[in-house]
Protein backbone atom coordinates (compact mmCIF):
# COMPACT_ATOMS: atom_id res chain seq x y z
CA UNK A 1 0.00 0.00 0.00
CA UNK A 2 1.07 3.49 -1.10
CA UNK A 3 2.84 4.73 2.65
CA UNK A 4 0.55 7.75 2.45
CA UNK A 5 -3.00 5.71 1.95
CA UNK A 6 -1.47 3.15 5.33
CA UNK A 7 -0.99 6.63 7.55
CA UNK A 8 -3.98 7.70 6.72
CA UNK A 9 -5.73 4.35 7.14
CA UNK A 10 -4.19 4.47 10.81
CA UNK A 11 -5.29 8.05 11.47
CA UNK A 12 -6.47 10.53 9.27
CA UNK A 13 -6.68 13.53 11.83
CA UNK A 14 -2.62 14.07 10.86
CA UNK A 15 -2.08 17.89 9.24
CA UNK A 16 -0.20 18.03 5.97
CA UNK A 17 2.62 19.18 7.21
CA UNK A 18 3.04 15.98 9.50
CA UNK A 19 2.75 13.77 6.53
CA UNK A 20 5.16 15.79 5.02
CA UNK A 21 7.78 15.35 7.14
CA UNK A 22 6.79 11.66 8.09
CA UNK A 23 7.50 11.00 4.65
CA UNK A 24 10.14 13.29 3.18
CA UNK A 25 7.46 14.83 0.64
CA UNK A 26 6.43 18.75 -0.11
CA UNK A 27 3.36 19.62 1.89
CA UNK A 28 1.88 20.14 -1.96
CA UNK A 29 2.94 16.90 -2.92
CA UNK A 30 0.96 15.64 -0.09
CA UNK A 31 -2.33 17.76 -0.97
CA UNK A 32 -2.18 16.16 -4.39
CA UNK A 33 -1.69 12.92 -3.76
CA UNK A 34 -4.40 13.01 -1.11
CA UNK A 35 -6.67 14.95 -3.78
CA UNK A 36 -6.05 12.03 -6.60
CA UNK A 37 -6.72 9.30 -3.85
CA UNK A 38 -10.23 11.14 -3.14
CA UNK A 39 -10.82 11.88 -6.82
CA UNK A 40 -10.62 8.06 -7.85
CA UNK A 41 -12.65 6.76 -4.91
CA UNK A 42 -8.89 5.03 -3.38
CA UNK A 43 -10.08 6.91 0.34
CA UNK A 44 -14.05 6.64 0.40
CA UNK A 45 -13.81 9.44 3.27
CA UNK A 46 -13.09 10.20 7.00
CA UNK A 47 -14.81 9.97 10.30
CA UNK A 48 -13.74 9.99 13.88
CA UNK A 49 -14.38 6.67 15.52
CA UNK A 50 -16.92 7.44 18.18
CA UNK A 51 -17.58 5.51 21.69
CA UNK A 52 -21.25 5.83 21.15
CA UNK A 53 -22.15 4.95 24.67
CA UNK A 54 -19.86 7.27 26.14
CA UNK A 55 -21.10 10.20 23.29
CA UNK A 56 -24.47 9.22 24.94
CA UNK A 57 -25.86 8.08 21.78
CA UNK A 58 -29.27 6.15 22.35
CA UNK A 59 -29.78 4.46 19.42
CA UNK A 60 -29.36 0.82 18.52
CA UNK A 61 -27.23 -1.18 15.26
CA UNK A 62 -27.71 -4.34 14.40
CA UNK A 63 -26.14 -6.67 12.01
CA UNK A 64 -28.30 -8.65 9.74
CA UNK A 65 -27.52 -11.59 7.76
CA UNK A 66 -29.51 -11.50 4.32
CA UNK A 67 -30.02 -14.34 1.82
CA UNK A 68 -30.55 -12.88 -1.95
CA UNK A 69 -30.73 -14.61 -5.21
CA UNK A 70 -27.92 -13.88 -7.54
CA UNK A 71 -29.14 -12.27 -11.42
CA UNK A 72 -27.59 -13.49 -14.15
CA UNK A 73 -25.79 -10.47 -15.38
CA UNK A 74 -23.88 -9.16 -12.48
CA UNK A 75 -24.13 -11.66 -9.81
CA UNK A 76 -24.52 -9.97 -6.31
CA UNK A 77 -23.94 -6.23 -7.15
CA UNK A 78 -26.81 -5.22 -8.49
CA UNK A 79 -28.79 -6.01 -5.11
CA UNK A 80 -26.11 -5.79 -2.97
CA UNK A 81 -25.01 -1.78 -4.02
CA UNK A 82 -29.44 -1.16 -4.13
CA UNK A 83 -29.75 -2.18 -0.12
CA UNK A 84 -25.93 -0.29 0.30
CA UNK A 85 -27.75 2.79 -0.38
CA UNK A 86 -30.15 3.16 2.72
CA UNK A 87 -28.84 5.58 4.86
CA UNK A 88 -29.61 3.15 7.83
CA UNK A 89 -26.98 1.01 6.54
CA UNK A 90 -23.79 1.46 7.34
CA UNK A 91 -21.59 -1.19 6.24
CA UNK A 92 -22.59 -3.32 3.48
CA UNK A 93 -20.17 -7.49 2.56
CA UNK A 94 -20.95 -10.03 0.23
CA UNK A 95 -19.45 -13.06 2.52
CA UNK A 96 -19.20 -16.42 1.76
CA UNK A 97 -20.82 -19.17 3.94
CA UNK A 98 -24.65 -19.45 4.71
CA UNK A 99 -25.79 -16.17 3.57
CA UNK A 100 -24.61 -13.53 0.98
CA UNK A 101 -24.81 -10.02 2.83
CA UNK A 102 -23.56 -8.63 5.91
CA UNK A 103 -24.79 -5.35 6.34
CA UNK A 104 -24.79 -3.43 9.65
CA UNK A 105 -28.24 -1.20 9.93
CA UNK A 106 -28.56 1.61 12.41
CA UNK A 107 -31.95 3.06 14.10
CA UNK A 108 -32.99 5.12 16.53
CA UNK A 109 -34.39 1.93 18.90
CA UNK A 110 -35.48 -1.37 18.00
CA UNK A 111 -38.51 -0.44 16.67
CA UNK A 112 -37.24 1.73 13.66
CA UNK A 113 -34.57 -1.52 13.20
CA UNK A 114 -37.77 -3.73 12.74
CA UNK A 115 -39.24 -1.65 10.58
CA UNK A 116 -36.91 -0.84 7.82
CA UNK A 117 -35.77 -4.75 7.73
CA UNK A 118 -39.91 -5.51 7.33
CA UNK A 119 -41.07 -2.70 5.48
CA UNK A 120 -37.56 -1.93 3.30
CA UNK A 121 -34.95 -4.20 2.87
CA UNK A 122 -37.44 -7.98 2.90
CA UNK A 123 -39.57 -6.71 0.48
CA UNK A 124 -37.05 -5.56 -2.21
CA UNK A 125 -37.54 -8.74 -4.84
CA UNK A 126 -34.81 -11.10 -4.75
CA UNK A 127 -34.38 -10.72 -0.94
CA UNK A 128 -35.03 -14.37 0.26
CA UNK A 129 -34.55 -13.92 3.53
CA UNK A 130 -32.99 -12.08 6.77
CA UNK A 131 -32.09 -13.06 10.29
CA UNK A 132 -31.18 -9.56 12.30
CA UNK A 133 -28.59 -9.40 15.57
CA UNK A 134 -28.72 -6.49 17.44
CA UNK A 135 -25.19 -5.11 19.42
CA UNK A 136 -24.94 -5.28 22.82
CA UNK A 137 -21.56 -3.68 24.14
CA UNK A 138 -18.80 -2.61 21.88
CA UNK A 139 -15.54 -3.70 23.00
CA UNK A 140 -13.26 -2.58 20.04
CA UNK A 141 -14.06 -0.54 16.97
CA UNK A 142 -12.10 -0.02 14.01
CA UNK A 143 -9.25 -1.21 15.68
CA UNK A 144 -9.50 0.81 18.40
CA UNK A 145 -10.36 -0.72 21.98
CA UNK A 146 -13.42 0.77 23.97
CA UNK A 147 -13.27 2.13 27.48
CA UNK A 148 -9.22 0.27 27.59
CA UNK A 149 -7.20 1.38 30.42
CA UNK A 150 -4.38 3.06 28.68
CA UNK A 151 -1.20 0.82 28.48
CA UNK A 152 0.73 1.27 31.78
CA UNK A 153 2.78 4.12 32.06
CA UNK A 154 6.63 4.36 31.82
CA UNK A 155 9.08 5.19 32.97
CA UNK A 156 10.30 9.23 32.35
CA UNK A 157 13.84 8.39 32.00
CA UNK A 158 15.15 5.27 31.41
CA UNK A 159 18.99 4.34 30.09
CA UNK B 1 27.80 2.66 61.14
CA UNK B 2 30.23 4.34 58.94
CA UNK B 3 29.24 2.58 55.63
CA UNK B 4 32.41 4.23 54.57
CA UNK B 5 34.65 1.44 56.04
CA UNK B 6 32.24 -1.05 55.24
CA UNK B 7 31.01 -1.12 51.44
CA UNK B 8 33.21 -2.28 48.95
CA UNK B 9 35.51 -0.11 47.73
CA UNK B 10 35.56 -1.26 44.11
CA UNK B 11 31.49 -0.66 44.48
CA UNK B 12 31.81 2.31 46.10
CA UNK B 13 34.00 3.92 43.35
CA UNK B 14 31.46 3.34 40.76
CA UNK B 15 29.96 6.21 39.64
CA UNK B 16 25.93 6.35 39.46
CA UNK B 17 24.48 6.27 36.23
CA UNK B 18 23.98 9.53 34.74
CA UNK B 19 20.66 8.75 33.64
CA UNK B 20 19.94 8.19 37.62
CA UNK B 21 20.55 11.46 38.12
CA UNK B 22 18.36 13.40 35.40
CA UNK B 23 15.17 10.48 36.34
CA UNK B 24 15.12 12.01 39.86
CA UNK B 25 14.50 15.59 38.13
CA UNK B 26 12.09 14.14 35.82
CA UNK B 27 9.89 12.03 38.23
CA UNK B 28 7.25 13.15 39.98
CA UNK B 29 6.44 14.93 37.13
CA UNK B 30 3.16 14.77 35.29
CA UNK B 31 3.11 17.10 32.28
CA UNK B 32 6.69 16.28 30.85
CA UNK B 33 6.81 15.11 27.18
CA UNK B 34 9.71 12.74 27.43
CA UNK B 35 11.90 11.63 24.67
CA UNK B 36 14.00 10.17 27.99
CA UNK B 37 13.08 6.28 27.68
CA UNK B 38 14.85 3.97 26.57
CA UNK B 39 11.88 1.29 25.39
CA UNK B 40 9.26 0.93 22.71
CA UNK B 41 6.03 3.41 23.53
CA UNK B 42 4.13 0.11 22.89
CA UNK B 43 3.52 -3.29 25.30
CA UNK B 44 4.30 -6.20 24.43
CA UNK B 45 2.54 -7.81 21.64
CA UNK B 46 -1.23 -9.57 22.86
CA UNK B 47 -0.22 -12.86 21.79
CA UNK B 48 2.93 -12.85 24.08
CA UNK B 49 1.62 -11.97 26.62
CA UNK B 50 -1.72 -13.87 25.77
CA UNK B 51 0.62 -17.14 25.54
CA UNK B 52 1.64 -16.52 29.36
CA UNK B 53 -1.44 -15.95 30.99
CA UNK B 54 -2.21 -19.52 29.41
CA UNK B 55 1.24 -20.79 31.07
CA UNK B 56 -0.21 -19.16 34.58
CA UNK B 57 -3.30 -20.77 34.13
CA UNK B 58 -1.88 -24.34 33.36
CA UNK B 59 0.69 -23.68 36.66
CA UNK B 60 3.92 -23.52 34.53
CA UNK B 61 5.54 -21.72 37.83
CA UNK B 62 8.49 -23.71 38.08
CA UNK B 63 12.47 -23.22 37.66
CA UNK B 64 13.71 -24.88 34.53
CA UNK B 65 17.60 -25.31 33.51
CA UNK B 66 20.24 -23.06 33.92
CA UNK B 67 20.34 -22.89 30.07
CA UNK B 68 16.75 -22.24 30.02
CA UNK B 69 14.38 -24.09 28.51
CA UNK B 70 15.14 -26.19 25.89
CA UNK B 71 11.88 -25.62 23.15
CA UNK B 72 13.35 -21.80 23.64
CA UNK B 73 16.79 -22.78 23.03
CA UNK B 74 16.05 -24.70 19.38
CA UNK B 75 13.91 -21.70 18.65
CA UNK B 76 16.58 -18.91 19.34
CA UNK B 77 18.95 -21.17 17.55
CA UNK B 78 16.85 -20.81 14.64
CA UNK B 79 15.66 -17.45 15.02
CA UNK B 80 19.69 -16.15 15.43
CA UNK B 81 20.78 -18.73 12.02
CA UNK B 82 18.03 -16.63 9.87
CA UNK B 83 18.61 -13.25 11.37
CA UNK B 84 22.87 -13.79 11.62
CA UNK B 85 23.39 -15.95 9.41
CA UNK B 86 25.34 -18.26 11.62
CA UNK B 87 24.64 -21.77 13.48
CA UNK B 88 24.60 -22.50 17.42
CA UNK B 89 23.85 -25.39 18.81
CA UNK B 90 20.87 -25.30 21.24
CA UNK B 91 22.43 -28.37 23.44
CA UNK B 92 25.79 -26.36 24.08
CA UNK B 93 26.23 -23.23 22.90
CA UNK B 94 23.09 -21.05 23.75
CA UNK B 95 22.42 -19.87 27.06
CA UNK B 96 19.14 -17.90 28.39
CA UNK B 97 19.66 -14.86 30.33
CA UNK B 98 17.56 -12.46 32.48
CA UNK B 99 18.22 -9.56 29.50
CA UNK B 100 21.26 -8.76 27.53
CA UNK B 101 23.05 -7.10 30.56
CA UNK B 102 23.34 -10.31 32.61
CA UNK B 103 24.61 -12.01 29.49
CA UNK B 104 26.86 -9.11 28.76
CA UNK B 105 28.13 -9.62 32.83
CA UNK B 106 28.23 -13.42 32.54
CA UNK B 107 31.04 -12.68 29.67
CA UNK B 108 33.14 -10.52 30.72
CA UNK B 109 33.27 -12.53 34.28
CA UNK B 110 33.62 -15.91 32.07
CA UNK B 111 36.89 -14.26 30.54
CA UNK B 112 38.77 -11.22 32.40
CA UNK B 113 41.46 -11.81 34.70
CA UNK B 114 42.21 -8.94 36.92
CA UNK B 115 44.05 -6.34 34.68
CA UNK B 116 42.65 -7.79 31.21
CA UNK B 117 41.42 -4.64 29.21
CA UNK B 118 38.25 -4.31 27.25
CA UNK B 119 38.11 -1.64 24.65
CA UNK B 120 34.42 -0.14 24.37
CA UNK B 121 33.09 2.34 22.77
CA UNK B 122 31.58 5.65 23.78
CA UNK B 123 29.05 7.21 23.77
CA UNK B 124 27.43 3.87 24.59
CA UNK B 125 25.10 2.63 26.66
CA UNK B 126 25.48 2.84 30.68
CA UNK B 127 26.48 -0.37 31.94
CA UNK B 128 29.29 -1.84 29.94
CA UNK B 129 32.40 0.51 31.69
CA UNK B 130 30.62 -0.66 35.55
CA UNK B 131 30.22 -4.48 34.27
CA UNK B 132 33.82 -4.33 32.99
CA UNK B 133 35.28 -3.03 36.34
CA UNK B 134 33.08 -5.08 38.54
CA UNK B 135 34.40 -8.07 36.05
CA UNK B 136 37.75 -6.72 37.51
CA UNK B 137 38.73 -5.47 33.84
CA UNK B 138 40.00 -2.30 32.64
CA UNK B 139 38.05 -0.21 30.33
CA UNK B 140 39.46 1.39 27.39
CA UNK B 141 37.19 3.97 25.61
CA UNK B 142 37.70 4.42 21.90
CA UNK B 143 35.53 7.72 20.92
CA UNK B 144 33.25 7.50 18.00
CA UNK B 145 32.29 10.41 16.22
CA UNK B 146 29.85 12.43 14.65
CA UNK B 147 31.75 12.87 11.64
CA UNK B 148 31.93 8.91 11.16
CA UNK B 149 28.05 9.05 12.16
CA UNK B 150 29.30 7.48 15.08
CA UNK B 151 30.73 3.99 13.57
CA UNK B 152 33.31 2.38 15.32
CA UNK B 153 36.69 3.00 13.33
CA UNK B 154 38.97 0.56 13.01
CA UNK B 155 42.16 2.67 13.06
CA UNK B 156 41.03 3.68 16.42
CA UNK B 157 40.25 0.32 17.55
CA UNK B 158 44.00 -0.85 16.48
CA UNK B 159 45.28 2.08 18.18
CA UNK B 160 44.17 1.36 21.79
CA UNK B 161 45.02 -2.77 21.49
CA UNK B 162 47.88 -3.58 23.64
CA UNK B 163 49.55 -6.63 24.70
CA UNK B 164 46.37 -6.69 27.56
CA UNK B 165 43.80 -6.50 25.77
CA UNK B 166 41.26 -9.54 25.71
CA UNK B 167 37.87 -8.00 24.57
CA UNK B 168 36.31 -5.99 21.71
CA UNK B 169 32.63 -5.08 23.06
CA UNK B 170 30.27 -3.23 20.40
CA UNK B 171 27.00 -2.43 20.50
CA UNK B 172 25.17 -1.48 16.86
CA UNK B 173 23.11 -0.45 16.16
CA UNK B 174 23.68 1.96 19.49
CA UNK B 175 22.07 3.62 22.05
CA UNK B 176 22.38 6.46 22.15
CA UNK B 177 23.44 7.32 18.87
CA UNK B 178 21.39 5.14 16.70
CA UNK B 179 24.46 4.64 14.97
CA UNK B 180 25.56 1.36 12.75
CA UNK B 181 28.66 -0.33 11.39
CA UNK B 182 29.45 -0.17 7.35
CA UNK B 183 30.42 -3.71 6.57
CA UNK B 184 33.60 -2.91 6.10
CA UNK B 185 34.56 -1.08 9.18
CA UNK B 186 33.29 -4.36 10.55
CA UNK B 187 35.69 -6.58 8.48
CA UNK B 188 38.37 -4.77 9.83
CA UNK B 189 37.47 -5.07 13.38
CA UNK B 190 36.90 -8.67 12.55
CA UNK B 191 40.67 -8.74 11.02
CA UNK B 192 41.96 -6.90 14.07
CA UNK B 193 40.36 -9.43 16.41
CA UNK B 194 41.86 -12.33 14.99
CA UNK B 195 45.35 -10.70 13.87
CA UNK B 196 45.40 -10.08 18.20
CA UNK B 197 43.64 -13.34 19.17
CA UNK B 198 40.40 -11.21 20.77
CA UNK B 199 36.96 -12.08 22.15
CA UNK B 200 34.09 -9.73 20.84
CA UNK B 201 31.59 -9.45 22.71
CA UNK B 202 28.67 -7.93 20.70
CA UNK B 203 25.55 -6.54 21.83
CA UNK B 204 23.26 -6.84 18.77
CA UNK B 205 19.66 -5.92 20.83
CA UNK B 206 18.65 -3.40 18.36
CA UNK B 207 19.66 -5.40 14.93
CA UNK B 208 15.85 -5.93 13.93
CA UNK B 209 15.53 -2.00 13.65
CA UNK B 210 16.90 -1.19 10.83
CA UNK B 211 15.76 1.64 8.44
CA UNK B 212 16.02 2.59 4.41
CA UNK B 213 15.88 -1.00 3.44
CA UNK B 214 19.49 -1.75 5.24
CA UNK B 215 20.08 -5.67 6.26
CA UNK B 216 21.84 -5.95 9.30
CA UNK B 217 25.11 -7.36 9.46
CA UNK B 218 27.01 -9.05 12.48
CA UNK B 219 30.97 -9.04 13.22
CA UNK B 220 30.25 -12.89 13.66
CA UNK B 221 29.95 -13.63 10.04
CA UNK B 222 33.01 -12.76 9.34
CA UNK B 223 36.10 -15.22 8.97
CA UNK B 224 37.59 -16.56 11.67
CA UNK B 225 35.13 -14.91 13.92
CA UNK B 226 32.90 -17.33 15.35
CA UNK B 227 35.44 -19.11 17.38
CA UNK B 228 36.05 -15.88 19.45
CA UNK B 229 32.37 -14.25 19.54
CA UNK B 230 29.78 -14.14 21.84
CA UNK B 231 26.70 -12.71 20.61
CA UNK B 232 24.43 -10.75 22.52
CA UNK B 233 20.77 -10.56 21.74
CA UNK B 234 17.60 -10.31 23.56
CA UNK B 235 13.48 -9.55 22.97
CA UNK B 236 13.54 -6.22 24.82
CA UNK B 237 13.50 -4.01 21.98
CA UNK B 238 12.18 -5.55 18.68
CA UNK B 239 9.49 -7.44 20.83
CA UNK B 240 8.79 -4.64 23.34
CA UNK B 241 8.98 -6.71 26.21
CA UNK B 242 11.97 -4.85 28.18
CA UNK B 243 9.74 -5.70 31.57
CA UNK B 244 10.27 -9.40 31.16
CA UNK B 245 13.85 -9.31 31.30
CA UNK B 246 15.15 -11.96 28.89
CA UNK B 247 18.16 -12.06 26.86
CA UNK B 248 20.53 -14.66 25.48
CA UNK B 249 24.39 -15.28 24.89
CA UNK B 250 25.31 -17.53 22.17
CA UNK B 251 29.18 -18.74 22.25
CA UNK B 252 31.41 -21.52 21.49
CA UNK B 253 30.68 -24.59 23.94
CA UNK B 254 33.52 -24.00 26.45
CA UNK B 255 33.00 -20.14 26.65
CA UNK B 256 29.13 -20.64 26.59
CA UNK B 257 29.85 -23.31 29.64
CA UNK B 258 31.84 -21.25 31.84
CA UNK B 259 29.03 -18.17 31.40
CA UNK B 260 26.59 -20.68 32.54
CA UNK B 261 28.77 -21.79 35.81
CA UNK B 262 28.63 -17.89 36.95
CA UNK B 263 24.94 -18.13 35.59
CA UNK B 264 23.69 -20.89 37.55
CA UNK B 265 25.47 -19.49 41.27
CA UNK B 266 23.80 -15.86 40.87
CA UNK B 267 20.82 -16.11 39.31
CA UNK B 268 19.68 -20.17 38.28
CA UNK B 269 17.65 -19.21 35.33
CA UNK B 270 15.42 -16.72 34.00
CA UNK B 271 11.74 -16.56 34.79
CA UNK B 272 10.05 -19.28 33.12
CA UNK B 273 6.78 -16.76 32.50
CA UNK B 274 9.73 -14.83 30.59
CA UNK B 275 10.70 -17.72 28.73
CA UNK B 276 7.31 -19.13 27.97
CA UNK B 277 7.05 -15.17 26.46
CA UNK B 278 9.92 -16.09 24.61
CA UNK B 279 8.86 -18.46 23.04
CA UNK B 280 5.84 -16.83 21.96
CA UNK B 281 7.63 -13.73 20.57
CA UNK B 282 10.28 -16.28 18.05
CA UNK B 283 6.97 -18.70 17.02
CA UNK B 284 5.46 -14.80 16.10
CA UNK B 285 8.93 -13.56 14.47
CA UNK B 286 8.81 -10.58 12.36
CA UNK B 287 5.47 -10.45 12.42
CA UNK B 288 5.48 -8.90 15.80
CA UNK B 289 7.93 -6.20 15.10
CA UNK B 290 7.73 -5.28 11.04
CA UNK B 291 4.71 -2.72 11.72
CA UNK B 292 6.70 -0.71 14.81
CA UNK B 293 10.08 -1.16 12.95
CA UNK B 294 7.96 0.82 10.35
CA UNK B 295 6.22 3.57 12.35
CA UNK B 296 10.05 3.80 13.89
CA UNK B 297 11.13 4.58 11.00
CA UNK B 298 8.73 7.29 9.97
CA UNK B 299 8.81 8.90 13.55
CA UNK B 300 12.41 9.39 12.69
CA UNK B 301 11.92 10.88 9.47
CA UNK B 302 9.56 13.40 11.96
CA UNK B 303 12.23 14.18 14.40
CA UNK B 304 15.18 14.25 12.42
CA UNK B 305 13.93 16.79 10.07
CA UNK B 306 12.94 18.58 12.77
CA UNK B 307 16.00 18.79 14.39
CA UNK B 308 17.92 19.92 11.55
CA UNK B 309 15.36 22.28 10.76
CA UNK B 310 15.60 24.49 14.13
CA UNK B 311 19.38 24.62 13.17
CA UNK B 312 20.21 21.64 15.34
CA UNK B 313 22.53 19.21 13.61
CA UNK B 314 21.43 15.74 13.31
CA UNK B 315 22.52 13.30 11.30
CA UNK B 316 19.89 10.22 10.03
CA UNK B 317 20.84 7.68 12.43
CA UNK B 318 19.97 4.05 10.40
CA UNK B 319 18.54 2.12 13.43
CA UNK B 320 17.72 1.73 16.93
CA UNK B 321 15.02 4.45 17.90
CA UNK B 322 17.28 7.11 19.02
CA UNK B 323 18.57 10.64 17.51
CA UNK B 324 21.53 11.86 18.44
CA UNK B 325 21.30 15.61 17.83
CA UNK B 326 24.54 18.08 18.38
CA UNK B 327 23.54 21.13 20.28
CA UNK B 328 26.94 23.06 20.73
CA UNK B 329 25.22 25.61 18.61
CA UNK B 330 23.24 27.14 21.23
CA UNK B 331 26.35 27.48 23.67
CA UNK B 332 24.80 25.48 25.93
CA UNK B 333 26.46 22.11 27.59
CA UNK B 334 24.77 19.04 27.57
CA UNK B 335 23.57 19.02 30.73
CA UNK B 336 22.21 22.72 30.83
CA UNK B 337 20.53 21.94 27.30
CA UNK B 338 18.34 19.07 29.03
CA UNK B 339 17.61 21.14 32.62
CA UNK B 340 16.77 24.16 30.92
CA UNK B 341 14.45 22.25 28.28
CA UNK B 342 12.68 20.43 30.97
CA UNK B 343 12.51 23.12 33.60
CA UNK B 344 11.37 25.95 30.59
CA UNK B 345 9.41 23.44 28.43
CA UNK B 346 8.74 20.15 30.20
CA UNK B 347 10.17 18.05 27.62
CA UNK B 348 12.30 15.66 28.91
CA UNK B 349 15.76 14.44 26.74
CA UNK B 350 19.21 12.63 28.41
CA UNK B 351 21.88 14.86 28.14
CA UNK B 352 24.82 12.78 26.06
CA UNK B 353 27.18 12.92 28.98
CA UNK B 354 25.00 9.88 30.36
CA UNK B 355 26.71 8.05 28.03
CA UNK B 356 30.23 8.85 28.04
CA UNK B 357 32.26 12.01 27.98
CA UNK B 358 32.29 11.78 24.19
CA UNK B 359 28.30 12.65 24.60
CA UNK B 360 29.69 16.34 25.44
CA UNK B 361 27.80 18.45 23.05
CA UNK B 362 24.52 15.92 22.31
CA UNK B 363 21.68 15.42 23.78
CA UNK B 364 19.81 11.81 23.03
CA UNK B 365 15.93 11.83 22.05
CA UNK B 366 14.15 8.91 21.86
CA UNK B 367 11.18 8.86 18.98
CA UNK B 368 9.39 5.70 20.34
CA UNK B 369 6.79 7.69 21.15
CA UNK B 370 3.86 9.07 19.58
CA UNK B 371 4.14 11.03 16.40
CA UNK B 372 2.02 13.33 17.97
CA UNK B 373 3.67 13.63 21.07
CA UNK B 374 7.26 14.34 19.00
CA UNK B 375 5.88 17.00 16.89
CA UNK B 376 4.79 18.72 20.17
CA UNK B 377 8.10 17.86 21.69
CA UNK B 378 9.80 19.41 19.17
CA UNK B 379 7.72 21.94 18.55
CA UNK B 380 8.68 23.15 22.67
CA UNK B 381 11.75 22.10 21.64
CA UNK B 382 12.23 24.93 18.78
CA UNK B 383 10.74 27.65 20.83
CA UNK B 384 13.54 26.76 23.68
CA UNK B 385 16.24 26.94 20.96
CA UNK B 386 15.31 30.42 19.56
CA UNK B 387 14.74 31.99 22.95
CA UNK B 388 18.25 30.81 24.20
CA UNK B 389 19.56 32.03 21.19
CA UNK B 390 18.03 35.51 21.72
Redesign the interface.
Given at each position: MD?LIQ?LAINSN?STA?LA????LTEDEVRRRIAAAEADGTILGYNAVVDRQKAGHRGVTALVEVKITPEKEGGFDRLARRIAKFDQVRECFLMSGGYDLAILVEGKDLLDVANFIAEKLSTIGGVLSTATHFQLKAYKQAGFLANSNA??E?????? | MDYSNKLCTQIQDLPR?G?RD??EL??G?TD?I?L????P???TPWPIREAVIRSLEKGQTSYTSNLGLEPLRVLISEYVEKQFRVTYDPKTEILVTVGVSEALDLAFRAVLNPGDEVIYHEPC???YSPSIKMAYGVPVVVNTREENQFALMAEDVEKAITPKTKVIALNFPT?PTGGIMPAEELEKIAALAVKHDLFVFTDEIYCELLYDGRQHKSIVEFPGMRERTVLLHGFSKAFAMTGWRLGYACAPAPLREAMMKVHQYCMLCAPIMSQIAGIEALKMGASAYEEMRQSYE??R??IV??LNGMGLHCFNPGGAFYVFPEIRSTGLTSKEFAIGLLEKKSV?V?PGT?FGTAGEGFVRCCYATA?ELI?KAMDLMEEFVNEVRG
Open positions: PLREGILSDERLPVSP | SIFFVIRVSGVGEDKSYVSNMRNISRAVAPV
